[in-house]
């Protein structure tokens, strides 16, 4: 008996400290984030950090203005969500209105295997085949532009909206739809004014953790973005988003000095901003989960 | 039986896949009459009605042999949209099902999806709606709130005023009380009553004292074949099958 209690306390504590883990990970990443971000604040100002035109950290003196980089990350997220909408909530359309069981089987997964592609498997698609395509098509002197990173990671982030919107759309009750019918409603009736707007607040947490998958990603915006801190005119200009800043930069950033906490503060700010996004998600779905009375 | 025939189904075979859930049923549905199938789970019966509004194409491989008439017309003929007999057939579920939406676009949906735009009509008809399905007095300072927020019995009644917005011929009732407590199965009966004198009704039903309460006719079902149909009173009386009278008198289902 006594052996058996003591098997019972170790698996309770065992779950509860790997249960807990991710929090203390969590909230360690923030402790380091502030830790070495917020020394660049206090020597230049957070205004001028945010809001500052120009990002030349290696010039003497350096200048650390991130707009560029904001708007950078800012302008491929857009040109991503333009993409992935349409793609992702098409098919989720497609998926669960027209496709047949047996195609809805075959696809779902197929769509789903995207996003098990390495990005630096998205990022060298783009620019062996992206970045010469689009080089040509517009007559540029470069192909890595906003536009290329916009593309690539759209396509990325097709396969999160896709799934979840499928899935908020496989939760809406048949019921619904029955009744719907049963008042001399058409399917595209149907479709459009009853199963989309009860599925809407799902739809739009799949765009929103799509667009949070699409400002993160690192990788591929350093291939194939091109890179130029500057701020874009248009999206047949290079941009440097904020991850391709901090992943080609922290190398060459000397340890403890200015450009080293500038990386951290850009990194703090990425982070408030996809957390941001995550929240909102979380809200939203919630509410789709109480408007279609699955629970709180 | 000298009313006028409203629907009707003439040797009716209904396929799930290769399982046959109805054999060979022929039923006459009387305008202002009510109708009630009732007989075990899994008899039969609300796939029967569910073919007086071709809902049952909405599941995937079914197949359907025979006949189904409202009025002269055929309606399980392929020429005929399905979306014209649903606008002259309404139908009330068993779970009550209103939209995630308020209570007056509730009613609102089905005069919208009709092609109504005038707004003074269609805030009249909700009105009027409601007020058939009795249900007015109890949401009238609150038709913008969520349907959802009504309680079971409410929702329900909604539901009829949404099938009654739409100014049906017939109405079919797929065991409309089943999740309702005894007094908002009462005050759903009551309407039914009331509202024959406008309307055919065929109900399915698990009760039969709600069949002997609400109908004039009382269809049988047992394993997809019709057993008996004929008047309720006499049903309940002098039924002419045994089984009926087995079923009726409580001897099994």
Not at chain 1, 36 to 50: A, D, R, S
């Amino acid at each position: 008996m006594a052996y058996r209690r003591i098997k019972e306390q170790a698996y309770k504590w065992i779950f509860t400290i790997l249960a807990f883990s991710s929090l203390f990970f969590l909230v360690g990443i923030v402790i380091v984030l502030f830790k070495e971000g917020t020394p660049i604040f206090q020597k230049i100002g957070f205004l001028k950090f945010i809001f500052g035109r120009k990002w030349y950290p290696t010039y003497n003196p350096p200048d650390f203005g991130i707009l560029p980089l904001i708007l950078g990350s800012l302008w491929v997220t857009v040109g991503a969500s333009l993409v992935c909408i349409p793609l992702g909530v098409g098919s989720a359309l497609y998926l669960n209105e027209i496709a047949g069981f047996k195609q809805r089987q075959f696809l779902k997964p197929v769509i789903e295997l995207l996003a098990s592609i390495p990005s630096v498997v998205y990022g060298f698609f783009g620019l062996v085949v992206v970045t010469p395509f689009l080089q040509r098509l517009f007559n540029l002197p470069t192909g890595m532009t906003a536009l290329n990173a916009s593309l690539i990671l759209g396509l990325m982030a097709t396969p999160t909206v896709c799934s979840i919107a499928e899935d908020a759309l496989s939760y809406v009750p048949h019921s619904f739809r029955e009744a719907s019918f049963a008042v001399g409603a058409d399917r595209w009736q149907t479709l459009t004014r009853v199963v989309i707007p009860a599925a809407g607040s799902g739809i739009s947490t799949g765009i929103i953790l799509g667009m949070s998958r699409a400002i993160g990603e690192t990788m591929t915006v350093l291939m194939v973005a091109g890179g130029a801190a500057v701020i874009p005119g248009t999206f047949l200009e290079p941009v440097r988003p904020m991850t391709a800043a901090i992943a080609a930069e922290m190398g060459e950033a000397p340890m403890g000095g200015s450009h080293y906490h500038a990386l951290f503060a850009i990194a703090l700010i990425l982070f408030l901003i996809t957390f941001v996004f995550n929240i909102i998600a979380e809200i939203v779905s919630r509410r789709f989960r109480i408007k279609l009375g699955l629970n709180g | 039986m000298h009313n006028k025939i409203k629907m009707q189904a003439k040797d009716v075979d209904f396929f799930y896949g290769k399982n046959q859930a109805l054999k060979n049923v022929n039923l006459d549905v009387y305008a202002n009459r009510v109708t009630a199938m009732i007989g075990p789970s899994g008899c039969g019966k609300s796939t029967f009605i569910r073919l007086f509004n071709r809902m049952n194409e909405l599941v995937p491989h079914t197949a359907l042999c025979g006949k189904i008439f409202l009025d002269d017309l055929e309606i399980n003929n392929p020429s005929v949209d399905p979306v014209d007999i649903r606008r002259r057939v309404g139908m009330v579920f068993q779970k009550p099902n209103p939209f995630p939406k308020s209570i007056f676009e509730n009613i609102s949906y089905g005069l919208k999806v009709n092609g109504i735009k005038d707004k003074a009509f269609i805030g009249q008809k909700v009105e009027d709606s409601l007020k058939r399905a009795v249900i007015w007095g109890e949401v009238k300072d609150r038709l913008h709130d969520s349907a959802l927020k009504l309680s079971g019995g409410q929702q329900q009644r909604l539901c009829i005023a949404r099938c009654l917005a739409v100014e049906t011929e017939v109405i079919l009732f797929d065991e409309p009380c089943a999740s309702l407590d005894p007094i908002s199965t009462a005050k759903i009966e009551e309407l039914i009553l009331e509202l024959k004198k406008d309307y055919t009704i065929i109900i399915v039903t698990h009760n039969m004292q709600q069949a002997a309460r609400v109908s004039d006719y009382t269809g049988f079902f047992l394993l997809g074949e019709l057993v008996e149909f004929g008047k309720t009173q006499d049903m309940f009386t002098a039924p002419r099958n045994k089984k009926t009278e087995d079923y009726i008198t409580g001897r099994f289902g």
